[in-house]
């Protein structure tokens, strides 16, 4: 499963391939004992299904940041990869432009912002949580519905 993470973090092609090594590998054994590769399986569905890329541009510590933090973690959505980027951090910010996934990913009027990404294309940047939320499962949030919003 890491293998995969990273190779959706990095955009690295290669780190794919060692993936589906380990799949060829170990195959056998988990059609034998699939209740014994269940890591494996979860390896197999994040392999085969579409990897949501959740990007989130904000100062380390802001609450609005914090917010589309829990958003992006909130309900189940285990084929996603969360990236946090703090454009004050000059340490990050040299490690950042190294990762296709957050190079040129900016906070909007000068707000935390959250960018959601599949196969590195991304829908327009939110600074809601509660639209990250929607854009992640499809659905409102808890607090959308508590305040009967449509």
Not at 42 to 61: E, K, N, T
Not at 96 to 111: E, F, K, S
Not at 115 to 131: A, M
Request: aromatic letters at 8%.
């Amino acid at each position: 499963m890491n293998l995969l993470r990273l190779s959706v973090i990095y955009g690295r092609a290669d780190l794919r391939a060692k993936a589906e090594t380990i799949f060829k590998f170990f195959g056998p054994g988990a059609e034998q004992t699939p209740l014994q590769h269940a890591r494996l399986s979860a390896a197999l569905d994040f392999y085969y299904s579409p990897v949501r890329q959740v990007v989130i541009v904000g100062h380390a510590g802001d609450t609005a940041t914090s917010a589309l933090a829990t958003a992006a973690w909130a309900g189940y959505c285990p084929n996603k990869v969360v990236l946090f980027s703090d454009p004050r951090n000059v340490e990050m910010k040299v490690w950042a432009d190294g990762l296709p996934l957050l190079r040129d990913r900016a906070m909007l009027d000068g707000r935390p912002t959250a960018y959601v990404c599949e196969g590195f294309v991304c829908k327009l940047p939110t600074n809601s949580p509660e639209r990250l939320c929607e854009e992640l499962h499809g659905r409102r949030s808890d607090s959308e519905h508590a305040a009967g919003r449509r």
